[in-house]
């Protein structure tokens, strides 16, 4: 792969500074989707975190 990333390293890196800082206002938001999905199903959770 020689001159192109390994997408595994691209994902499995960790965060830089700045996604550190977003982590406080994401991590919440992905937590209550998971449990909307969990509960209610894809749909509905996607119109309910995307809606706002």
Same mark, same amino acid.
């Given at each position: 792969? $020689?001159?192109?990333q390994?997408?595994?390293?691209? &994902?499995?890196? %960790?965060? %830089?500074?700045? /996604?550190? /800082? ?9 937590? *209550?989707? &998971?449990?909307?999905i969990?509960?209610?199903?894809? *749909?509905i959770? $996607? %119109? $309910? &975190?995307?809606?706002r």
């Amino acid at each position: 792969m $020689q001159g192109r990333q390994d997408p595994a390293d691209y &994902v499995l890196r %960790n965060f %830089n500074a700045k /996604e550190r /800082e977003e982590l406080a206002f994401t991590l919440p938001t992905a937590a *209550e989707a &998971v449990e909307l999905i969990a509960s209610h199903g894809l *749909e509905i959770a $996607q %119109n $309910q &975190v995307h809606g706002r």
